[in-house]
């Protein structure tokens, strides 16, 4: 009997603790989300699978932004 608990392709690795910082900055000013943005999201998603905190920074003109993915 195997005991696969053990074998890295059964268990994904996890990241729990960690934390990812996005900063995106545009001259866009419109506040739909840009592409590089949407990236920055689906990315985000892919990391918090295996545990990690993912936060972005938008710089753009006028505004600072800090928020949560």
């Not at 920055?40 to 993915?69: F, H, M, N, T, Y």
């Amino acid at each position: 009997m195997t005991d696969l608990t053990l074998d890295p392709v059964t268990v994904p690795p996890r990241f729990d603790g960690l934390r990812a910082l996005f900063i995106h900055a545009t001259l866009k000013r419109s506040p739909e989300p840009s592409h590089t943005e949407g990236l920055a999201r689906v990315s985000s998603d892919l990391l918090q699978v295996v545990g990690l905190v993912a936060e972005l920074i938008l710089l753009q003109p006028g505004a600072c932004v800090a928020r949560k993915l």
